[in-house]
């Protein structure tokens, strides 16, 4: 099995209601997603198959359904609950999820952006 093989999906843009303070969670803010998806590619490319790999768009949902979904305090809990979707909708074997907040309220200047990644296995030794 080819174990480095993996579909990967970068920069998907959501409006979320996550954060721990309050204007967080009453104004919502943009949140930016990438994720990779571990599992053997070669069945859907040896066949042109979309039901031998994983449909981008089922992805896309997924992702959709819970950063637009519930609040939660902490962009850990959103990385947590997306890998856990994904595992379990999906099929692969682990994921890597990374859920950038680029406006994060942090006291003091960030050039750059807030991030958390997270990589999570599937718990099933068939998959």
């Known amino acids: 099995?080819?174990?480095d093989d993996?579909?990967?999906?970068?920069?998907?843009?959501?409006?979320g209601y996550h954060g721990a303070n309050p204007e967080e969670r009453r104004l919502g803010q943009?949140?930016?997603v990438d994720v990779a998806l571990s599992l053997?590619?070669?069945?859907?490319g040896l066949t042109d198959d979309l039901t031998?790999?994983?449909n981008y768009s089922d992805v896309y949902q997924t992702i959709q359904r819970v950063v637009e979904g519930?609040?939660?305090n902490l962009i850990e809990a959103v990385a947590e609950r997306i890998a856990e979707a994904l595992l379990l909708q999906?099929?692969?074997?682990a994921?890597?999820?990374?859920?950038?907040?680029?406006?994060?309220?942090v006291k003091g200047m960030v050039a750059g952006e807030v991030a958390v990644e997270i990589h999570r296995a599937s718990p099933s030794p068939d998959r």
């Open 40 to 44: 053997d590619l070669r069945p859907a």
């Open 30 to 32: 943009r949140f930016v």
């Open 95 to 105: 994921v890597q999820v990374r859920v950038t907040k680029p406006w994060a309220p």
């Open 1 to 3: 099995m080819a174990r």
């Open 52 to 54: 031998r790999t994983i």
């Open 6 to 15: 993996r579909i990967l999906l970068s920069g998907l843009t959501f409006f």
């Open 70 to 72: 519930p609040p939660c």
């Open 90 to 93: 999906t099929g692969a074997m």
